[in-house]
């Protein structure tokens, strides 16, 4: 079993920044990709960034403004520069052990889910 925590959400106005945290425990050597992934209230959940054997994956949407990195017991961080109101929504981070560089952003991909932590951009 793998278990994550998130932390790190906030309320932020637009243009600022915010560092979200997971932390990661149990079978850690089992696990390919860790990734982040948001859902906005109505719409799907949508993989943002992901890192995979030292690799790193963005969505277009954040490229060039968010950035994932992880350390050496696979906890992963995730910062957000220049944060837009469209990035308001809970953010969750993801662990996998099946994936491949096709799949890094797709949910599908995923065995172990953190409960979420929420980030709201105002403007």
């Known amino acids: 079993q793998v278990h ?16 979200l945290s997971c932390a990661v425990s149990g079978y850690t ?11 906005a209230p109505g719409k799907e959940r949508e993989g943002v960034a ?9 969505a ?7 950035t994932i990195s992880q350390d050496i017991a ?13 990035d308001t929504a809970m953010y969750y981070c993801a662990a996998g052990r099946w994936t491949t ?11 172990y889910w953190g409960q979420g932590t929420q980030v709201t951009v105002s403007s």
């Open 4 to 19: 994550l925590a998130e932390s790190g959400g906030g309320s932020v106005q637009a243009g600022g920044s915010l560092r």
């Open 101 to 111: 560089p096709a799949t890094v952003l797709a949910a599908s991909g995923y065995n």
């Open 50 to 58: 992901g890192i995979r054997i030292g690799s790193t994956y963005y």
């Open 74 to 86: 696979k906890n992963t961080y995730l910062q957000m520069n220049s944060l837009k109101l469209e």
């Open 29 to 39: 050597s089992a696990i390919v990709s860790m990734s982040w992934f948001r859902q």
């Open 60 to 66: 277009d949407s954040v490229k060039g403004r968010f």
